[in-house]
């Protein structure tokens, strides 16, 4: 079945850092391909999403792009905040309509100091 | 525009006991869902509901998990008996289907609802 692999986390960065979260997948087909972000508190947002290979995904700072070669689809932004502290999910659906359930991988905290 | 309600948002119970869970999503939101998401796992699918009809329950344990959605709106998610492993939290998330048959329509989640069995 269709699953998502993140990197380990927990994730520990300075204000104003580089940031990559690394997310490979394995789908049949051709899957479109999602980050979530959990703030503290809240609900399950989406950041960004792609919806074909080398699409790039971009929201608030963040970028991904559906790499099909590679089955990844790689979370960057080039200077994070501390507003940026949460929990992030890559997630797939390989079926759109009526049977549209999404596949999450295991998300990864993020924490930025100051 | 009012985002996807659940309540209560924490419940503690003893194991064997049961427990109800209800969602009111976004409204003219045709699909909705539950999700289960266990401490330090992404949310997993538990059963996907279009309208009033079930389009896919495959992952709920049916032995005692149950759900519903009368008139197409609200819906109430049961466990009973509950057990250690069912605590978690639990999702709702809904979308529109006005992308179409063919087009991915943006899931709203709930805040959830976080469950300890004892």
Same mark, same amino acid.
């Not at chain 1, 079926?95 to 049977?99: K, L």
């Not at chain 2, 009973?80 to 605590?87: C, I």
């Given at each position: 079945g269709d699953s998502v692999t993140q990197m380990e986390g927990p994730v520990t960065l300075s204000e104003e850092a580089f940031l990559t979260i690394n997310c490979t997948y394995t789908a049949t087909g051709y899957p479109s391909l999602f980050w979530y972000v959990q703030y503290p508190g809240e609900g399950l947002q989406l950041l960004l999403k792609a919806t074909k290979a080398d699409d790039k995904g971009s929201n608030k700072g963040f970028e991904a792009t559906y790499r099909k070669e590679t089955t990844s689809f790689h979370l960057e932004k080039g200077s994070v905040q501390v507003s940026d502290s949460a929990v992030y999910f890559c997630a797939l659906t390989g079926?759109?309509?009526?049977?549209s359930k999404l596949t999450f991988g295991k998300g990864i905290t993020l924490s930025v100091r100051p | 525009e009012a985002g996807v309600a659940q309540s209560p948002r924490y419940k503690i119970i003893e194991k064997r006991q049961s427990v109800a869970f209800w969602c009111n999503p976004i409204s003219g939101h045709a699909t909705l869902y539950w999700y289960q998401q266990i401490l330090g796992q992404g949310p997993k699918l538990l059963i996907q509901f279009q309208n009033n009809g079930v389009?896919? %329950? =495959?992952?709920?344990?049916k032995d005692r998990f149950s759900a519903e959605r009368l008139k197409g709106v609200d819906s109430t998610l049961k466990i009973?008996?509950?057990?250690?492993? %069912? =605590?978690a939290v639990y999702l709702c998330a809904s979308s529109s289907t006005s992308g179409g048959a063919y087009a991915y329509n943006e899931q709203f989640f709930g805040p959830g609802t976080r469950l300890t069995v004892l």
């Open positions: 079926r759109t309509g009526a049977n | 389009v896919d %329950d =495959s992952q709920l344990p009973q008996p509950a057990k250690l492993e %069912d =605590s």
